[in-house]
């Protein structure tokens, strides 16, 4: 909706134009009237005014010197003049302080409101584009981190934007060579994966499209699942890289999951990557038990851990081990965690699914002999364990990352 102000030294004036032009229909909610330039500066700066509409010759202030002082302090108001006055030196004048439209007196109703539809869809589409990028900036200052989590708050209750989730999860996106257009059906893909993901989505600085799915029910497999078939349904899949990064559960540590979404895109070039990747799958190629340091632990720890290399496949257990070693299990618990920073168990799982992720990738050995290789006696319990861990089937995953479907 907006306000228009119009200015005439003759109330009739603008007395007329108040009751003959359908300011309802044209969105118009409040018209303000001045008598001449001073009184229109007074009311200007008291209330928030769209679009004004005044004549030239005026007492104490006319139409240009109040256009002057309008575009000094309130660049944004439009404004269209009004003159019985027809020499060039007006329009000239008026055109270079950039006025919206000029138009001569007596004009016809009609003409006055056309003008005046055109430059209020002006003002909407100005308007539009000036939320947009505002929407965008904040958007871009919440996923990199460089915005409070009070000026979210504040900002984001203008922009229609829902922050309060309980979970959060980004997804980058960015064209495989930069000189290849995916064109209108990648376009299209993007805005039919925001729309089926129900994500906000902003462009970044560094050519990531980014999309912000947010919801308490957030499940990475879902995710990877419809941005493979969207991406296959548009045949744009080799012509882009995906990233799923992990799931955060506070507003304010979006960022984590940004930033190690994009370092998946922007680290790994290798030309036989997998499309489309999750994040706490696998990060460049490491996981928990290949980051443990082996040289700065206790001869009983490394012990522990060389036996999982080696037995992983068997029914390893801690009670086991500590037995044939004749020493107590809990304590050795302990000694496990205080060093490696995971329990004996936890070790053992990711070690196991580390070795599952290489079958699965490397081999064409079916699920079902994959998860007795692992050391899992059935294999529901071996897909349920993977599931867990990566948020992938084992299917889903070896379609996604590589190898060969059994």
Partial sequence: MYTVLLTDDEKSVTESLKNDIPWANLGVESILTACDGMQALEIIASFHVDLLITDIRMPRMDG??????VRSVHPE????LLTAYGEFEYAMKAMKLGVDNYLMKPMQIQEL???IENTLDNIYIRRENREALFRENI????VTGNISSDELGERTVFLDLNIYQSNYCVIAIKKRNASVSVGAFGEECIRKLSSDLECTSVWDNVGHYILIAGGSSIKEELLVSTLYQTAVQFDILNLVDVAVGITVSDRNEVHISYERACDLIDKDQDPNRPPIRVCHVMTDNASITSEINEEALSPIVKRSISYIKEHYAEGVSIKEF?????INAAYLGYLFKKETGIYFNNYLIDFR??????????????IADIAEMTGYTTTSHFIATFKKKTGLSPLKYREIHGGTLS
Avoid at 77 to 80: K, P, V
Wanted: charged share 30%.
């Fill in 64 to 69: 240009l010197e109040l256009l002057a002082r």
């Fill in 77 to 80: 108001i439009h404004c269209i």
């Fill in 113 to 115: 409101t056309e003008t």
């Fill in 139 to 142: 958007l871009r200052r919440w």
């Fill in 322 to 326: 500590c037995s044939s070693l004749n």
């Fill in 353 to 366: 699914m580390d070795k599952a992720i290489e079958l699965l990738c490397g081999t064409g050995e079916k």
